[in-house]
């Protein structure tokens, strides 16, 4: 079955540590995309990539690192730098056609918690 | 922000009932779209439309849209309490790069 898998499921951070969340995709999909979803914010763009090695900054970059290496492989590191992390981080991928956008498929979501 | 508003936040009805959310949003789009969440999963495609439709249905869904208002509603027809999950509407504006901006969210409850 194709997808979009995001591991782990439940990560636990202490201060001043680094960690980083992984997204796997084997859609065959050109762009993927790393969200944070806090309670009635919605989601919010942090990075995407639309090409294997380019990558863009979202609208809240700052804190994060990505790298896009291989086509199916998005992984996002939130850095000691990012002062509130707690949130539950949401990878999606999705095909490139023109200049529109036809839907994303997501993944089921990393909950990370700062200890 | 691009980011669009949703109406009302959170809505609790009976089974068999109708459901309406709304979205808003501020720029010129190619399409906008229509997402499910159900607790602590992730998101799901329900319905896309593009600038240059009114309306659309998928079984129970409808969805209209309104580009002189920058508006978008999700009707869900007798609704079940499998229905019950937050709703986004999602905008690919125009100029946006290929990527997606999300509403707040509705929240749906559907009760027995």
């Known amino acids: 079955d194709g997808g979009i898998t995001q591991s782990p499921k439940y990560l636990f951070r202490k201060e001043g540590q680094n960690v980083t969340l992984s997204c796997e995709q084997n859609?065959?999909?050109?762009?993927m995309y790393w969200y944070r979803q806090d309670p009635g914010q919605g989601l919010r763009l942090i990075y995407y990539?639309?090409?294997?090695?380019?990558?863009q900054k979202g609208d809240i970059a700052e804190g994060y690192s990505v790298s896009r290496e291989k086509k199916e492989s998005f992984p996002l590191t939130v850095t000691s730098a990012q002062k509130n992390p707690t949130a539950f981080y949401l990878c999606?991928?999705?095909?490139?056609?023109?200049?529109?956008?036809?839907?994303?498929?997501f993944g089921s979501g990393t909950r990370l918690t700062v200890v | 922000s691009q980011q669009g508003e949703e109406d009302p936040q959170a809505l609790s009805i009976q089974e068999g009932e109708n459901a309406t959310m709304n979205c808003s949003y501020k720029?010129?789009?190619?399409?906008l779209q229509w997402y499910r969440q159900n607790s602590g999963r992730g998101l799901v495609h329900l319905i896309l439309?593009?600038?240059?439709?009114r309306e659309k249905h998928s079984g129970r869904l409808r969805v209209t849209l309104d580009t002189s208002k920058k508006s978008s509603s999700l009707l869900i027809t007798a609704s079940r309490a499998a229905d019950t999950a937050s709703y986004f509407c999602?905008?690919?504006?125009?100029?946006?790069?290929?990527?997606?901006?999300f509403g707040t969210g509705t929240q749906l409850k559907v009760e027995l």
């Open positions: 999606a991928s999705s095909i490139v056609k023109g200049q529109a956008n036809y839907g994303y498929t």
């Open positions: 859609l065959n999909h050109d762009a």
């Open positions: 990539s639309q090409i294997v090695n380019d990558f």
């Open positions: 720029t010129s789009i190619n399409n």
């Open positions: 439309i593009r600038s240059n439709e």
């Open positions: 999602a905008t690919d504006w125009k100029g946006g790069g290929n990527k997606l901006t």
